[in-house]
């Protein structure tokens, strides 16, 4: 049984572009979360899907958004990025009380 | 709003040296509490879990007690080993129940000598 996956590795954009990143759920699990772990710091909540709608959001800008598929896996993107988006992008997926995240998303803005 | 504060790291400890990570939280109602580590290069995995008051989490020889009058989540280990050595996060949820957000603290990097 495969965990959650997600692509790309690693991703090199410049300022201002967009970037996209995927996600797909462990097996029987039908809610994503998203997370951003800056370098040095704990994981950070950006926001959860279930049925194809965002279901709860953190203190992130309109410039974060998100998506999920009716296979429950799920794509963030983030618009005009700025240099502070450099991160490490965590998604978990879960189908009751347990998360179960992904090995991330290594994102670099230059 | 929600809050976890960990212990100031990096921690390094001999082999079989008895390991605490302080960790205390702030937060509205009854959360549940994690404790997250996550090896080099690797996602996080759940260590272990406490979902109310005087419950104790445990798991590889990890354990965690949910103390609510001290709003603290504390881990320990009775002796360490060098496959030990990772970053360790804890974490709430809150309200309890399925799907709820997690709210880290900023973790701590364990690395243990032979």
């Known amino acids: 049984d495969a965990g959650v996956t997600q692509s790309p590795t690693h991703l090199i954009k410049t300022r201002g572009q967009q970037v996209t990143l995927r996600c797909s759920p462990k097996?029987?699990?039908?809610?994503v979360s998203w997370y951003q772990q800056a370098l040095g710091q704990g994981p950070q909540f950006i926001f959860q899907?279930?049925?194809?709608?965002?279901?709860q959001r953190g203190n992130f800008p309109d410039r974060f958004s998100g998506h999920q598929f009716p296979n429950y896996s799920s794509e963030l993107n983030v618009n005009a990025l700025l240099l502070g988006d450099s991160a490490l992008y965590l998604c978990?997926?879960?189908?009751?009380?347990?998360?179960?995240f992904g090995p991330g998303t290594r994102l670099t803005v230059t | 709003g929600d809050s976890v504060t960990q212990m100031e790291g990096p921690v390094t400890l001999s082999e079989e040296a008895f390991l605490t990570i302080n960790c205390t939280y702030t937060a509205t109602g009854y959360p549940s509490l994690f404790w997250y580590v996550q090896y080099p290069g690797e996602g996080l995995q759940l260590l272990l879990k406490a979902t109310k008051a005087d419950d104790k989490g445990s798991n590889k020889g990890f354990e965690a007690t949910y103390r609510k009058e001290t709003t603290s989540f504390h881990l320990e280990k009775g002796s360490v080993q060098v496959s030990d050595s990772a970053v360790y996060f804890c974490a709430l949820s809150s309200p309890t129940g399925a799907n709820s957000k997690l709210t880290f603290g900023k973790g701590i990097t364990l690395s243990v000598r032979p």
């Open positions: 097996s029987g699990h039908d809610t």
């Open positions: 978990a997926s879960s189908s009751g009380f347990e998360q179960y």
């Open positions: 899907y279930y049925e194809e709608e965002e279901r």
